[in-house]
Each structure stands twice: as C-alpha cells, then as structure tokens.
C-alpha cells in the first residue's frame, strides 16, 4: 500500500484526487495539505510513502519547500504536481530532493504512473522533461527563459501570473531590490527591454494562455 499525502490549494483538484485514490487498490490517502506550513504539520503527524507537491502553495512553497520536506524526511519521495511548465526549473527542483515532476495538463494515468514509479525509489520525468535533461545549458539552440537560474525561473514564473515586484518579493521572503535585479537580470536575458515585453516574450513562447 502506497500512503499519499496531497498539498494543494485548490480544493476541487484535492476532491479530484481524493476520489481518484480512493478507486485504487493500492493508494491510501493519509492526509492533506493547503499551504507549506501545513505540509510539514502533516508530515509529522502521518507517516506516507509519497508527497504529491504543488509549487504554488501559500507560505512556504517552490525549491525552499523541497528542500525544507527533502532535508527532514529523507526517504520521502516527492512528486510535484504543477501548472508550472516543464523546463529547467523542473530540473532544479530534483536536484533539490524531488523524485518526480509531472505537468497538472497531463491526464490520470499519468498521474498514478507518476505515484508508482516514485513509490518504487524510481525518479520520474515526463518525455518533455527528458528532452530537457538532454539538453546542454550553455548550448546554443536553448531558449532564452531556459537560460535562467532556478531563481530567476522562479521570479520569471511567478511574475507570468500576474504578480508585481512588492508581491513576488513577499512570495519569496527576499527583499524588494532583490526581485527588481532579478527582474533586470530575466530581462537581459530574454533581450526585451521593459516587463511588458517579457509577457509578450512568453505569450510568443507559448508559456502562458
């Protein structure tokens, strides 16, 4: 028996999922979550075998949750379930003690696949994020938002939905001037000149709708 613990703050995707479970055999859901303070709680009080993450939970959250549940609970495996597109961040977030990483857009099958072959001590990563793997940072052909830092990939994204320099800077307990050069460096980068134009650069890049 699997036991699961799902983190997310969408309360119609955790309906989803408890009665996903609850049609398996072999999946137990032991608790869940709605925020990274309460992952932690959670972790605490039921033991699992797997944590379903979603990055964009309130309070703690993203690469400093995975490595806050990662440096605790070692053996845990973790499989992040996001909106998040697949990219380099992806990548960061396994370096960081993740077992898996799977796109929300994907289907359930994919999802119960994902469950077993973390369960299994395996690490999990969709095709799209092994063509990404395969890919050398520093090479040419790479898109420019792939060429971002972990951190910049997190301002980046949190920046897509919607949010300003005040508001990314409290998401990521840093201050105020740090999200501003982060910005400026993501900018550089992506060679636009104003924030506007990296909407636009990922509108055309086919990373947000």
Same mark, same amino acid.
């Given at each position: 028996?699997?036991?699961?613990?799902?983190?997310?703050?969408?309360?119609?995707?955790?309906?989803?999922?408890?009665?996903?479970? !609850?049609?398996?055999?072999?999946?137990?859901?032991?608790?869940?979550?709605?925020?990274?303070?309460?992952?932690?709680?959670?972790?605490?009080?039921?033991?699992?075998?797997?944590?379903?993450?979603?990055?964009?939970?309130?309070?703690?959250?993203?690469?400093?949750?995975?490595?806050?549940?990662?440096?605790?609970?070692?053996?845990?495996?973790?499989?992040?379930?996001?909106?998040?597109?697949?990219?380099?961040? @992806?990548?960061?977030?396994?370096?960081?003690?993740?077992?898996?990483?799977?796109? #929300?857009?994907?289907?359930?099958?994919?999802?119960?696949?994902?469950?077993?072959?973390?369960?299994?001590?395996?690490?999990?990563?969709?095709?799209?994020?092994?063509?990404?793997?395969?890919?050398?940072?520093?090479?040419?052909?790479?898109?420019?938002?792939?060429?971002?830092?972990?951190? !910049?990939?997190?301002?980046?994204?949190?920046?897509?939905?919607?949010?300003?320099?005040?508001?990314?800077?409290?998401?990521?307990?840093?201050?105020? @001037?740090?999200?501003?050069?982060?910005?400026?460096?993501?900018?550089? #980068?992506?060679?636009?000149?104003?924030?506007?134009?990296?909407?636009?650069?990922?509108?055309?890049?086919?990373?947000?709708?």
């Amino acid at each position: 028996m699997i036991r699961v613990i799902v983190a997310d703050d969408h309360p119609l995707l955790r309906s989803g999922l408890r009665r996903l479970f !609850e049609a398996q055999s072999n999946l137990r859901l032991v608790a869940e979550a709605v925020n990274g303070a309460e992952v932690l709680e959670k972790l605490a009080e039921h033991p699992c075998d797997v944590l379903i993450l979603d990055l964009s939970l309130p309070f703690l959250r993203g690469l400093e949750l995975v490595r806050a549940v990662a440096e605790r609970y070692p053996a845990l495996r973790i499989l992040i379930y996001s909106v998040q597109p697949e990219d380099r961040l @992806s990548l960061h977030l396994l370096d960081a003690g993740a077992a898996g990483y799977l796109s #929300k857009d994907q289907g359930a099958e994919a999802l119960l696949r994902a469950i077993q072959v973390v369960a299994r001590g395996e690490r999990y990563l969709s095709p799209a994020l092994r063509d990404v793997e395969g890919r050398d940072p520093e090479a040419t052909q790479l898109a420019p938002h792939e060429r971002l830092s972990a951190r !910049e990939l997190a301002v980046f994204h949190l920046m897509l939905r919607g949010m300003n320099v005040a508001d990314i800077a409290d998401e990521l307990e840093i201050q105020a @001037s740090t999200a501003s050069n982060h910005l400026a460096r993501i900018r550089e #980068k992506l060679g636009v000149q104003t924030n506007g134009e990296v909407m636009l650069y990922a509108f055309r890049a086919g990373l947000v709708r």
